[in-house]
């Protein structure tokens, strides 16, 4: 079972990683033309230094707090946070008390693990009907806030 689920999380990862990118999303959220993904890729950045060596750990080896991808390696964990930042239009501060990754005061990082299950439980009954998955952007479309109806 713990198998399966691992290779189900690190599925899901692969596709949502794949999936999420659009044309105005890679536009739009370049370190450059976005203060938020240039604040993102200051953070990530400075994580990335502290994993010298443990890239490939698995995320709640190096990370504490780590209550969802447990198994996927470090390195893609920190990359699956850039992208739930870039498909919510969002920086790090959002989810995280700046400095405190591990900090669960703010509720949007509890709301981000009822989404993975969601989008998880929603890829998993497409995949039996043999149709294309969702991925955050799907709703959130860059926005924190996805619309409640067609624009």
């Given at each position: 079972?713990?198998?399966s689920?691992?290779?189900?999380?690190?599925?899901?990862?692969?596709?949502?990683?794949?999936d999420?990118?659009?044309?105005?999303a890679?536009a739009?959220?370049?370190p450059?033309s976005?203060?938020?993904?240039?604040?993102?890729?200051?953070a990530?950045?400075?994580?990335k230094?502290?994993?010298a060596?443990?890239?490939?750990?698995?995320?709640?080896?190096?990370?504490?707090?780590?209550k969802?991808?447990k198994?996927?390696?470090a390195?893609?964990?920190?990359s699956?946070?850039?992208?739930?930042?870039?498909?919510l239009?969002?920086?790090?501060?959002?989810?995280?008390?700046?400095n405190?990754?591990?900090?669960?005061?703010?509720?949007e990082?509890?709301?981000?693990?009822?989404m993975?299950t969601?989008?998880?439980?929603?890829?998993?009954?497409?995949?039996?009907?043999?149709?294309?998955?969702?991925?955050c952007?799907?709703?959130?479309?860059?926005?924190?806030?996805p619309?409640r109806?067609?624009?």
């Amino acid at each position: 079972m713990k198998t399966s689920l691992t290779f189900l999380t690190i599925a899901f990862l692969a596709l949502w990683l794949a999936d999420c990118s659009s044309p105005k999303a890679s536009a739009t959220t370049t370190p450059g033309s976005n203060p938020l993904a240039a604040d993102r890729a200051k953070a990530l950045n400075s994580l990335k230094k502290s994993l010298a060596g443990k890239e490939n750990w698995p995320a709640d080896s190096v990370f504490t707090q780590v209550k969802m991808l447990k198994k996927v390696p470090a390195h893609l964990f920190l990359s699956a946070m850039d992208k739930w930042g870039e498909a919510l239009g969002v920086g790090c501060d959002h989810c995280h008390v700046p400095n405190e990754w591990a900090s669960e005061v703010k509720p949007e990082k509890e709301t981000t693990r009822q989404m993975i299950t969601l989008v998880n439980k929603i890829n998993a009954d497409l995949r039996e009907l043999d149709l294309q998955g969702v991925s955050c952007y799907t709703c959130h479309r860059g926005e924190a806030d996805p619309a409640r109806k067609a624009k």
